[in-house]
Each structure stands twice: as C-alpha cells, then as structure tokens.
C-alpha cells in the first residue's frame, strides 16, 4: 500500500507560501507558510509539517491501541488521543524533538495494569512512532 501528499511552494522560506493537496484531497490546496510554521503558536494561520504529524500520530496511535484492545477482550468505548509535537530550532537548524501523547479512554472492564500494558505497546508500535526519530511520551487515562 502507498499514499501520496503533494507540496507546491512559491517564494523563498520566510515570505514565501504553499499548498498542500493529499490523495483523498481531506486536504485540498491546504495553505502553509513560515508564520504558521514558526511564529503563529495559536495555529490559526494555515497548517505546518509538525501539525500533520501530530495528527497522523494521533490518529495512529489510537488505532493501534483499538486493535489491540479488541484482539485482548477489550473493545474500547472512545479513545481520545492528543499528540502535540515539539519542534526545536539551534545550530543544526529545526529538528523534531518530541512528540507527547495524552490518551483518554474509555473502556469497560479492563484492568488498570493490562490497560497501561495495551498503550505502552501501542505508542511503541505504531507506524508512525516507528517512523518518528524522537522522544515520544504517553499520559494515559483510563476513565
């Protein structure tokens, strides 16, 4: 299986723009810029990189944990993930440093132990935290 996103940038960096488009076209000329990228932190002006992969973080790492707590018993009645992803800019220019999950879950049944065992394996084995070179953390609540 392949997915396939597409960038068109026009200018230089700091006052240049450009659009995102991905193959389901959820984003369809999607703006991004500098500003939105490092200086807008209220996010409101267009998306950025870190922010797509904190949502593809999210995203992956509640279904994971979906898959394995059903193949354990334990269907879940709503996983609520927030992934918010640090980017650090020095002498080596911008890395991507962390990204911090927090999990609220909903799930009948399931002990406090097997559940913090399910999300451990989950933020491991994701593909996107496979795929991320940096620290990843997991606040996770069972509710």
């Known amino acids: 299986m392949k997915r396939h996103a597409t960038s068109i940038w026009k200018g230089d960096v700091k006052t240049g723009s450009g659009v995102l488009t991905s193959q389901s076209e959820i984003l369809n000329d999607t703006p991004y810029n500098f500003s939105g990228r490092f200086s807008d932190e209220e996010g409101k002006n267009g998306t950025n990189p870190e922010e797509l992969i904190a949502a593809a ?10 898959k394995m707590l059903s193949e354990a018993g334990f269907p879940p009645e709503e996983l609520n993930t927030k992934a ?20 609220k879950a909903k799930i009948d049944n399931i002990s406090s132990e097997k559940f913090e065992e399910l999300t451990e394996k989950a933020k491991a084995g994701c593909p996107v935290s496979k795929v991320l070179n940096c620290e990843i953390s997991l606040d996770a609540t069972l509710n």
Do not use: P, Y
């Open 57 to 66: 973080h999210a995203g992956c790492f509640n279904m994971a944990l979906s």
């Open 84 to 103: 918010t992803v640090t980017i650090t800019v020095g002498e080596g220019g911008a890395n991507i440093t962390h990204s911090h999950l927090v999990l």
